[in-house]
Antibody, heavy 122, light 110 residues
Framework: QLQLQESGPGLVKPSETLSLTCTVS??????????WGWIRQPPGKGLEWIGS???????DYNPSLRSRVTISVDTSKIQFSLRLNSVTAADTAVYYC??????????????WGKGTTVTVSS | QSVLTQPPSASGTPGQRVTISCSGS????????VNWYQQLPGTAPKLLIY???QRPSGVPDRFSGSKSGTSASLAISGLQSEDEADYYC???????????FGGGTKLTVL
């Protein structure tokens, strides 16, 4: 059974870089029918898509975050990672990683990690 | 301001049927399939409906989804107390070239 686990610092200082890793277990990250993505949820607010990556390295990013986001994949470690630079308090959120099913008209997250809380504060 | 519009709240009594709407545009719902997620307090979202109306294995048939034009809806029949949660609609937007979420609907079972 596929499982995803987020890991990384829970506290990041303003203006610094947030770095998270998602480790995939029970399945392959090199699937040709799936992307891998990051989604976040600020406290008390809704969900926001950050971006996605294919095992080949092809990426899609939320236009509102594109200038600050980098998502990468390491197939040998069966992991993919998120880097968000120049963070502010507005980046405080629960960060989720997820597997994404992609088809001609389909694009949905079918397996999610449990999420990790990241607080931006000095 | 979310790209997809959902009512912020909905409610019903046990056994009732409740519907949650999701309104979009030709570049998102009008062009791609809609998916629905249920998020219980303090937990990760769970896929409830995919491809407009398909239920993943394990999701009760009390949950159903539909789409017409640039709108979609989630229906929950035989409402139960454990259905109290936040519900989100999600799809791809061809113009934004990204995933867009509804703002979420908080369902209260009275």
């Amino acid at each position: 059974q596929l499982q995803l686990q987020e890991s990384g610092p829970g506290l990041v200082k303003p203006s610094e870089t947030l770095s998270l890793t998602c480790t995939v277990s029970g399945g392959s990250i090199s699937s040709t029918t799936h992307y891998w993505g990051w989604i976040r949820q600020p406290p008390g607010k809704g969900l926001e898509w950050i971006g996605s990556i294919f095992y080949s390295g092809s990426t899609d990013y939320n236009p509102s975050l594109r200038s600050r986001v980098t998502i990468s994949v390491d197939t040998s470690k069966i992991q993919f990672s998120l880097r968000l630079n120049s963070v502010t308090a507005a980046d405080t959120a629960v960060y989720y990683c997820a597997r994404i099913v992609v088809g001609p008209w389909d694009y949905y997250m079918d397996v999610w990690g449990k999420g990790t809380t990241v607080t931006v504060s000095s | 301001q979310s790209v997809l519009t959902q009512p912020p709240s909905a409610s019903g009594t046990p056994g009732q049927r409740v519907t949650i709407s999701c309104s979009g545009s030709s570049s998102n719902i009008g062009s791609n399939t809609v998916n629905w997620y249920q998020q219980l307090p303090g937990t990760a979202p769970k896929l409830l409906i995919y491809s407009n109306s398909q239920r993943p294995s394990g999701v009760p048939d009390r949950f159903s989804g539909s789409k017409s034009g640039t709108s979609a809806s989630l229906a929950i029949s035989g409402l139960q107390s454990e259905d109290e949660a936040d519900y989100y609609c999600v799809t791809w937007d061809d113009s934004l070239k990204g995933v867009v979420f509804g703002g979420g609907t908080k369902l209260t079972v009275l």
